[in-house]
């Protein structure tokens, strides 16, 4: 009897497969926006001025901060605040440039645990390839031994008794072929899954 074969997994399965990882893509993703938050803070560290106006001259804010008579006046008036904030500010891009450290330790987490979770799948598809090969064998020789009791029956020179025994012997080593099938089957399911769907790019 023919069983039916699993799909082959290719060798030298590339490493940039994982990237499809949702897992992964979302860590990448929170570490994007850590990174823009740190520079949205330092951003943030200097005074919030129109450099032109329309028709691309220097805006209004400009030329009075560079003039001498309103220099004090936007020193005191426009900038004040930046630098009564400034400490608040530095805090603050520390606070994003800590963030942004504990998302790459994160992004870095997930992809260990991606490269993992491969390994485990490859080790346990061939675990239990291994152990469906065998099965395989053991099912086929079970179904030799039955046919060998058939013919001795028929030929008068065994009883019943032994046809018996060799059915039961082959319809279990069956039953174990099937479980062993089913456990392969699941084991390049969990492969598939862990390269963030499947082997082919």
Known sequence: MNWPQPAEIPAG?????LER?????QAEAELAA??????????QLFPQLSLSGTGGTSSNQLKGLVDGKNLYW???GNLTQNIFDAGRLRKNVRLTEAQKQEQVLTYQRTI???F???SDALIGLQKFREQREQEAQLT???QDATRLARLRYNGGSTSYLEVLTNDTNYYSAQLNLAVAQEDEAVSIVQLYSALGGGWQE
């Open 140 to 142: 086929a020789s079970a």
């Open 21 to 25: 990882r949702p897992d992964i893509q």
């Open 74 to 76: 936007y020193a005191t």
């Open 116 to 118: 993992q979770s491969v």
């Open 112 to 114: 260990r645990q991606a």
């Open 13 to 17: 399965i590339p490493s940039r497969l």
């Open 34 to 43: 850590a990174n823009a938050n740190v520079g949205v803070a330092k951003a």
